[in-house]
């Protein structure tokens, strides 16, 4: 399984950005999908959840109210961002697990073994 994240770039501070994962896998919909984000010089910290069927998401305090994650029946995952600060400059990415079952999403990156490459988030004016 292969994810490709995708619809980075630069953005002013409140403006809006909407970010892609596309998966290879025939089954996506038996994985969780995370985002997570790294800053220059700071650890990977978690974004944002969503469950294999979607029942459930988890939010980073951080992002609450202006990120929402989704997810489509088929292959993709989104990440729709408003509101965007200078702190939420990073590189983000997408990872995956599989599930058996609909349950909250792990906010832990060692839990995921499915990552794909990142894209540039720059919060600039």
């Known amino acids: 399984v292969q994810l490709q994240a995708s619809g980075g770039g630069l953005v002013q501070p409140g403006g809006s950005l909407s970010l892609s994962c596309a998966s290879s896998?025939?089954?996506?919909?038996?994985?969780?999908v995370a985002w997570f984000r790294q800053a220059p010089g700071k650890e990977r910290e978690f974004v944002a959840g969503?469950?294999?069927?979607?029942?459930?998401k988890e939010y980073a305090d951080s992002v609450k109210g202006r990120f929402t994650i989704s997810r489509d029946n088929a292959n993709m995952a989104y990440l729709q961002m408003i509101g965007l600060k200078p702190e939420d400059t990073a590189v983000y990415f997408c990872?995956?697990?599989?599930?058996?079952?609909?349950?909250?999403?792990?906010?832990?990156?060692?839990?995921?073994?499915?990552w794909g490459q990142g894209t540039q988030v720059t919060v600039s004016s």
């Open positions: 896998a025939r089954t996506f919909n038996a994985y969780a």
């Open positions: 990872a995956a697990r599989y599930r058996y079952r609909d349950d909250t999403p792990s906010n832990r990156m060692d839990e995921y073994n499915i």
């Open positions: 969503i469950s294999r069927r979607a029942d459930y």
